[in-house]
């Protein structure tokens, strides 16, 4: 037990640094940064920077690419991006009166790592949910189970069902979303519907930011494959 008290504070206290809080939110989109991209995302030097990354690596919170001259850093995995999700929720409060103040454009749609969150995918979510696509899984803890109805509209959206349940990692679960307040869909799942979205173009991709961008395709094609309405 003590050898998990004394890791879970080491890794608390590499966050707790802001620079190296900033590197790490600006990574939860999922794509790889250099150091130098890092250093100025976080207003430090690069040899702070370089010190700061090589404490995230060293703490398996970061995994380093090295290509050419170029070192580029990105999150070790899906499950350090949820934990910081985690941490937001916590760091913002828990006043029933609780407003946002996260920018429009993230509050209603983003990436968290490989899945979508903000209000859309909340409103996805529910949805499933509401469905009966999704129920608790009863021997794996919070996580969800997907219903036969659930795997015939996932698999008649495009997704192979099969093949999401064959990845190596949770295959659905709830995610406390930061800026809602409420859950939204992660694990393998999660990801493959983020997939999804991206290649039917139903949303796009801010290039330099975790804003998600809603197409009047997407608004079209996810209000007929999971009965939602979305505003305009």
Known sequence: MAVTDLAMSRVAAAIAEPARARMLCALMDGHARTSTELAVIAGVGPPTASTHLARLTEMALLRRHVQGR????????????????????????????????????????????????????????????????????ADAGSDYRLTEEGAR??????VDVAAVRARRRRFA???MDWSVRRPHLAGALGAALL??????????????????????????????????????
């Open 195 to 232: 997939e999804l979205a991206i290649g039917r173009e139903w949303v796009r991709r801010d290039l330099d930011g975790r804003a998600l961008t809603l197409t009047s395709a997407g608004r079209r094609g996810l209000g007929r494959r999971f009965g939602i309405e979305m505003p305009g």
């Open 70 to 137: 170029h070192r580029y850093y990105a999150l070790e995995d899906p499950s350090v991006a949820e934990a910081l999700e985690g941490l937001m929720v916590i760091g913002q409060g828990a006043a029933p009166t609780f407003a946002p103040n996260t920018p429009q454009r993230l509050r209603f749609a983003r990436t968290c790592y490989d899945h979508m969150a903000g209000e859309l995918a909340v409103t996805l979510h529910d949805a499933c949910v509401g469905a009966g696509w999704l129920v608790p899984a």
């Open 153 to 158: 509209a996932f698999s008649a959206m495009g």
């Open 173 to 175: 679960r709830p995610c």
